[in-house]
């Protein structure tokens, strides 16, 4: 089982930039999963952000957040990234770090799908305000 938490989120001012890191735990075979960022706002479905593949070598980016999020990761440390620049209020959400183990969502084009993922974090709060 991969246990997966999530840490960097707070409370930032619009514009401003925030790191958030997700660090898988245990005897998991990480460096082998794809990874993915996504957001939850109340009220509002769980929204696709950023994927990133084994090796790095492969990512993607919502429309929504292409130019200001940028996936990364770190195999060594077991930890996957996500840089947010350009930070804006409708950014406020909890945000969800999750694995794919079983096979890759980016090589059958269903990174974007929640149900794709079988391991989650718990969630981190990021709060931008005005």
């Known amino acids: 089982q991969v246990q997966l938490v999530e840490s960097g989120g707070g409370l930032v001012q619009a514009g401003g930039s925030l790191r958030l890191s997700c660090a898988a735990s245990g005897r998991s075979f990480f460096s082998i999963y794809t990874m993915g960022w996504f957001r939850q706002a109340p009220g509002n479905e769980r929204e696709f952000l950023a994927a990133i593949n084994w090796s790095g070598g492969s990512t993607r980016h919502a429309d929504s957040v292409k130019g200001r999020f940028t996936i990364s990761r770190d195999n060594a440390k077991n930890t996957v990234y996500l840089q947010m620049n350009s930070l804006k209020p409708e950014d406020t959400a909890v945000y969800y770090c999750?694995?794919?183990?079983?096979?890759?969502?980016?090589?059958?084009?269903?990174?974007?799908?929640?149900?794709?993922?079988?391991?989650w974090g718990q969630g981190t709060q990021v709060t931008v305000s005005s």
């Open positions: 999750a694995a794919a183990s079983n096979f890759s969502p980016i090589l059958s084009g269903s990174y974007q799908y929640t149900s794709s993922y079988n391991y």
